[in-house]
């Protein structure tokens, strides 16, 4: 079984920075990818952004790409997503998520953490 616990999110302006975590418990971290999600009010989970196990292959969506960087550290069992040039539009709740291979399809990931909210005001 696997633990995903997250941090960070809140409210910034437009044009700010947040940095979300989440930290791992239960299982060795670095046998999973990881991904981040983000559903809007009224809208579909969409993907974010994933890392492979090691951390030396990324892929991010094309709305966040130049913008937002996922990262794991895996001696301390979290993975990261930094937001910088935050927009209204990235405004969700955003949930950090593990799979067993790099996917951006929702449905093969497992394990979800518990989800941040993350607000950015014009």
């Known amino acids: 079984q696997v633990q995903l616990v997250q941090s960070g999110g809140g409210l910034v302006q437009a044009g700010g920075s947040l940095r979300l975590s989440c930290a791992a418990s239960g299982t060795t971290f670095s046998r999973y990818a990881m991904g981040w999600f983000r559903q809007a009010p009224g809208k579909e989970r969409e993907f974010v952004a994933r890392i492979n196990w090691t951390g030396s292959s990324t892929y991010y969506s094309d709305s966040v790409k130049g913008r937002f960087t996922i990262s794991r550290d895996n001696a301390k069992n979290t993975v990261y997503l930094q937001m910088n040039s935050l927009k209204p539009e990235d405004t969700a709740v955003y949930s950090c998520?593990?799979?067993?291979?790099?996917?951006?399809?929702?449905?093969?990931?497992?394990?979800w953490g518990q989800g941040t909210q993350v607000t950015v005001s014009s």
């Open positions: 998520a593990a799979a067993i291979v790099p996917t951006a399809d929702v449905t093969r990931y497992t394990y």
